[in-house]
């Protein structure tokens, strides 16, 4: 299991915009190269539910709510993986946990706000 680190999270102004860092920092190139990556968010009283993933080879999906308005990227040689979050609306607000597709190892995670 690898050892995964959000950050970024904060407090937006509704249609702002924040992104979202995932670091790897325990991670060789080789071992987080290959993964296959997404971010996961948990709003209060909701199941985890997937946001977006990356493959090792950097094809991306969204859930449908997030379409147009989120981007998820990777840098291998930085070994990490970020969520850029554009138009943010109220219900965008949770905890966003990156990891592994399919990873049961949960971090801290990251908080998001969004004021109407």
């Known amino acids: 299991q690898v050892q995964l680190v959000e950050s970024g999270g904060g407090l937006v102004q509704s249609g702002g915009s924040l992104r979202l860092s995932c670091a790897a920092p325990?991670?060789?190139?080789?071992?987080?190269?290959?993964?296959?990556m997404a971010w996961y968010r948990q709003a209060p009283g909701k199941q985890r539910e997937l946001v977006a993933s990356i493959t090792s080879s950097g094809t991306t999906d969204y859930v449908d709510s997030v379409k147009g308005r989120f981007t998820i990227s990777r840098d291998n040689s930085r070994k990490k993986v970020f969520l850029q979050m554009n138009s943010m609306k109220p219900e965008d607000a949770a905890v966003y946990y990156c990891?592994?597709?399919?990873?049961?190892?949960w971090g801290q995670g990251t908080q998001v706000t969004v004021s109407s």
């Open positions: 990891n592994t597709m399919g990873g049961t190892s």
């Open positions: 325990r991670a060789i190139f080789s071992v987080f190269a290959p993964l296959d």
